[in-house]
């Protein structure tokens, strides 16, 4: 008993001789990209022996205003970067393509190093650059005007790419020489190898049928009616020569927009290229972009993760242009749509519905822009629906003309730049979950066909989000003992059941360390009281598109409305645990650490992506009876009035977390409860039970022992009895 009391006060004792410090890092892995690359169909990655893309016709743009995370495959030819609306800060129009150092899988690129290497790649199809065929066909020369031009930004709201890094455009065309592309594949039935009852075992070898000599070893068992992969011929496409034509270093956004960008109209800056060389004037030019990036260097792996980002948007090519032509007849909204809610992204139903007029925005904040040289005129609105379809209500910003961007900026006419909540989302009486879609329509000339379209959906379900769900970076603390606590405030009084908790993937997996789960009481407007805490957490990652793990608490805990309340971790060890980081939407204010003894306020802006879960029961885990056990919880802990429970639990084989067992009738009758006081004086002795009452005790640590003589195993946890 002296021992385990001895390792505690060198642990606290340690623990305060290291600095404290929070760390925000890259992400090591995109979830969206690794998910959906899992899912797609193998029919769009197949092709023919010799893969040859179809040339486009002039002109070419894109503005990435897509649902999809991959380049379209009528624009581009791979899958590299990342379309999206949360990287890019303030694009031309909303969506970019972002470059970081994650491949198409969402992974970092194996040969990432702290020095330098060639990371993400956008390339397009062949365009022909040979000849236009509207009105009238005929042939490309340079006194027709060819410029190529796309807008850029290092960055965004990511991490910034450093000096050594750049991006890259480079211009090419087809060699007579082909290289090779990958290996197409083709379902087979196992049936085909063996019988009815027979069974193919991890280790064997099944050869494709397309090629005898090509065997794949097999990582699971098999049976008859099972299909399985095989390779089955190799694919190859033209080789394009490459020539640099343009490049950027890294730099901070901050330094880009000062040195770079001429007013404060955007954080994009546009680049004209001009395509005089006759070379590439023929039916298989190309262009693609690339970036050069240096992962960072660390010794704490756990810290290690992507960085160097870039966004490019609003890509044109085609012939008639000049160096002047840095406008276009476009009206766009720029950002994304904004959620209604004053404080958070989501919150439960019952709680918007106890106060909805509190909850509400009185208005929102809209960034529209006008690429134009001429002033356009649009009409600007949104409008609601339920989630059974049905109308809610409606706003009609009316008709404005809008200001040319190079010049004047975002739309400052406040009907269309912050517009007006005109009304509360209908609270649906009894029902405790619902969702709103909301809809924002800029409608300018229709002959010229300027309009565009937005939309959103605001969720109401059973817990608290300040975050939008896309980490843009990691967020961890260090040393061991460090405490994390993320305020909420409730309308009403209400239970907390379970903490969602959304954690990146680490290079090396350094970041699956175990944790205290923990809930405080507030202290003045800073976390007080601990409450609550469960020990043996571990960060467990979902294999789907951001999705949050639920930490369900081993009891229900209630929680007033007078005050706020605080959900975190206490840590284990030095690593940074790196839970998802949301650098879109700020609640910096309610992000609170502990490292040396004393709350601060997180120095960084943005969001957690740790979410408590309120109301009415879950769906419980499965309990199962066993005659062994891995551990013993206590609850509550600490404990108020000296009345706790005692849970059995045990972690499932190749599990991170563990499940609450019953134990046969058998193992209970052969064990019995010890309580020891910080001085290892036994003060408490009886037979196994459930439920045990130690209100005579004195406030204090105690440690609670239990011996399970049937299975020749003693187990010891930690009380804090607090009046």
Same mark, same amino acid.
């Given at each position: 008993?002296? &021992? ?12 305060? #001789? ?44 894109? =503005? ?95 991490? =910034? ?16 020489? +082909? ?61 394009? =020569?490459?020539? *640099? ?35 590439? %004037? ?82 929102? &904040? ?35 003309? !809008? ?38 329509? @800029? ?10 379209? !937005? ?41 907390? *059941? ?22 405080? &009481? ?14 043996? !957490? ?20 209630? #929680? ?16 940074? @645990? ?16 502990? +490292? ?19 109301? &009415?029961?879950?769906?419980? =885990? ?10 013993? %919880? ?12 005692? *849970? ?66 003693? !187990? ?6 607090? *009046?």
């Amino acid at each position: 008993m002296k &021992k385990l009391i001895t390792i505690i006060l060198l642990f606290i004792f340690s623990s305060q #001789l290291v600095r404290g410090q929070e760390i925000l890092s890259g992400l090591p892995v995109n979830p969206v990209i690794k998910n959906h690359h899992q899912n797609l169909p193998e029919k769009d990655f197949k092709s023919s022996y010799l893969f040859t893309p179809t040339a486009l016709n002039l002109p070419f743009f894109e =503005d990435f205003k897509q649902k999809d995370i991959y380049p379209d495959t009528a624009r581009w030819v791979d899958y590299y970067v990342f379309i999206n609306t949360d990287f890019p800060y303030l694009p031309p129009s909303w969506g970019a393509a972002t470059f970081d150092v994650l491949d198409a899988l969402g992974n970092v690129y194996p040969d990432a190093n702290p020095l330098q290497f060639k990371a993400d790649e956008l390339t397009s199809r062949p365009i022909r650059l040979d000849s236009v065929f509207d009105p009238v066909a005929r042939a490309i020369t340079p006194a027709d005007s060819i410029y190529l031009s796309f807008y850029y930004q290092p960055q965004g709201r990511g991490n =910034d790419p450093q000096k050594q890094d750049s991006l890259v455009l480079e211009f090419g065309h087809y060699t007579s020489d +082909t290289v090779f592309w990958y290996v197409d594949s083709i379902e087979v039935s196992v049936g085909i190898y063996i019988g009815p009852s027979d069974t193919i075992f991890p280790g064997d070898v099944l050869y494709s049928p397309c090629n005898a000599n090509w065997g794949t070893t097999i990582n699971d068992t098999l049976y008859a009616k099972d299909f399985v992969m095989l390779p089955c011929d190799s694919v190859y496409r033209p080789y394009t =020569d490459w020539q *640099r034509v343009w490049a950027s270093k890294g730099m901070k956004l901050d330094t880009f927009k000062l040195n770079y960008l001429s007013n404060d109209s955007g954080y994009f800056r546009q680049v004209m290229i001009p395509i005089t060389d006759t070379a590439y %004037l023929r039916g298989d030019f190309q262009f693609r972009f690339f970036n050069y990036a240096s992962i960072a260097s660390d010794n704490l792996q756990s810290w290690q993760s992507n960085c160097d980002y870039w966004n490019v948007d609003f890509i044109y090519l085609n012939i008639g242009r000049s160096r002047q032509d840095t406008t276009y007849e476009y009206i766009t909204f720029t950002g994304r749509a904004p959620s209604f809610l004053k404080e958070f992204e989501s919150m439960p139903f019952t709680q918007y519905r106890d106060d909805p007029t509190s909850a509400i925005k009185g208005g929102l &904040k809209m960034h529209i822009s006008n690429l134009d040289n001429i002033n356009q005129t649009a009409n600007y609105r949104y409008d609601v629906k339920n989630d059974a379809g049905g109308d809610v209500y409606d706003y009609d910003g009316g008709s404005w003309s !809008m200001e040319v961007f190079n010049e004047f900026g975002y739309i400052k006419y406040p009907e269309f730049a912050t517009p007006p909540v005109k009304g509360i989302f209908p609270p649906f009486g009894g029902r405790d979950s619902a969702y709103f879609d909301v809809t924002h329509y @800029l409608i300018g000339d229709q002959v010229l066909g300027l309009s565009d379209t !937005m939309r959103y959906r605001q969720e109401f379900f059973n817990y608290y989000a300040y975050d939008d769900g896309t980490a843009e970076f990691g967020y961890g603390l260090t040393p061991a003992g460090s405490q994390l606590a993320y305020q909420f405030n409730l309308s009403m009084r209400d239970t907390l *059941r379970a903490v969602q908790m959304f954690f990146n993937k680490t290079l090396t997996g350094a970041n699956e360390q175990f944790f205290y789960l923990a809930v405080w &009481k507030d202290l003045n407007g800073r976390p007080g009281e601990l409450i609550y805490t469960q020990e043996r !957490m571990k960060p467990v990652f979902e294999d789907s598109l951001y999705k949050f793990h639920t930490y369900h608490l081993d009891t229900a805990l209630p #929680l007033q409305s007078d005050y706020p309340f605080y959900v975190g971790w206490i840590q284990t060890t030095t690593h940074n @645990l790196n839970v998802g980081f949301d650098a879109y939407n700020d609640a910096s204010e309610h992000i609170f650490y502990n +490292t040396t003894g004393v709350w601060d306020k997180t120095s960084y802006t943005g969001s957690l992506m740790i979410r408590p879960v309120l109301g &009415k029961k879950l769906k419980d =885990d499965p309990i199962i009876k066993s005659s062994t056990l891995d551990y013993f %919880l206590v609850s509550p802990n600490p404990s108020v009035d000296g009345n706790i429970a005692i *849970r059995f639990m045990m972690l499932p084989q190749g599990g991170a977390v563990a499940i609450e067992i019953g134990l046969d009738d058998e193992v209970v009758s052969e064990m019995e409860i010890e309580v020891f006081n910080i001085l290892g004086q036994r003060v408490y002795f009886t037979p196994y039970q459930p439920q045990v009452n130690l209100s005579f005790l004195k406030q204090g640590i105690y440690f609670i022992r239990i011996n399970d003589r049937h299975n020749n195993q003693t !187990m010891i946890q930690k009380l804090i009895l607090s *009046r």
